[in-house]
């Protein structure tokens, strides 16, 4: 039973900087797409960016480039989302996820999210002064 597990939110200044990780069981990080997504109250949730090492890099939203970096440690099985100058607006609970699909594919699908397979519980990021 495959499952990953996201930590690192909490309270945060505006301004301030969060790195969010994302840590696989039960499956090699290696050969997966890692996809992270956000859901503030009443809001649909937001696609942020797909990641591959064995199809591709990072496909990345516009509106998230400047700000959000992800990454990987392959060896330890763990992905990340560095949140760089928090805002408000940022306020959600972040979600990782993974499936054995190329982000190219994933990205051109209808509902990208519909494409994941494993999904964490989410950890929560409260951007406030």
């Known amino acids: 039973q495959g499952h990953v597990v996201e930590s690192g939110g909490g309270l945060v200044q505006p301004g301030g900087s969060l790195r969010l990780s994302c840590v696989a069981s039960?499956?090699?990080?290696?050969?997966?797409?890692i996809g992270w997504f956000r859901q503030a109250p009443g809001k649909e949730r937001e696609g942020l960016s797909c990641?591959?090492?064995?199809?591709?890099?990072?496909k990345s939203r516009d509106f998230v480039k400047e700000r959000f970096t992800v990454s990987r440690d392959n060896a330890k099985n763990t992905a990340y989302l560095q949140i760089d100058n928090l805002k408000p607006e940022d306020t959600a609970v972040y979600y990782c996820?993974?499936?054995?699909?190329?982000?190219?594919?994933?990205?051109?699908?209808?509902?990208?999210?519909?494409?994941?397979?494993?999904w964490g519980q989410g950890t929560q990021v409260t951007v406030s002064s």
């Open positions: 996820a993974a499936v054995a699909f190329s982000c190219t594919l994933i990205e051109g699908a209808a509902d990208p999210a519909s494409l994941y397979d494993d």
């Open positions: 039960g499956f090699s990080l290696d050969y997966y797409s």
């Open positions: 990641s591959s090492s064995t199809y591709e890099g990072t």
